[in-house]
């Protein structure tokens, strides 16, 4: 699976500038997140980063149980 954050323009956090919070959020907190049920902490899945297309791509077994971190949903600026 490809997921491509390149819309967003540099600013990840929709405050209007690209800035180094940006780059913090592109460099840790991007990516997609795994856990196997709510009595275990969320784990990120391995991942190739391509900073040059701005996308990650996963080599994912399945579907079920991903999930996009709402705690990022906030900063999402389209969805």
């Known amino acids: 699976m490809k997921i491509w954050y390149g819309g967003a323009g540099g600013d990840l956090n929709g405050d209007g500038v690209a800035d180094s919070t940006d780059n913090a959020i592109e460099a840790k907190l991007l990516g997609l997140w795994y856990r196997e049920d709510n009595s275990v902490p969320w784990t990120q899945l391995g991942a190739s980063q391509s900073l040059d297309d701005k ?6 077994q399945h579907f079920c149980e991903y999930e ?3 705690a990022l949903l906030e900063w999402s600026v389209g969805l």
């Open 55 to 60: 996308s990650f791509t996963y080599a994912l």
């Open 68 to 70: 996009i971190a709402e």
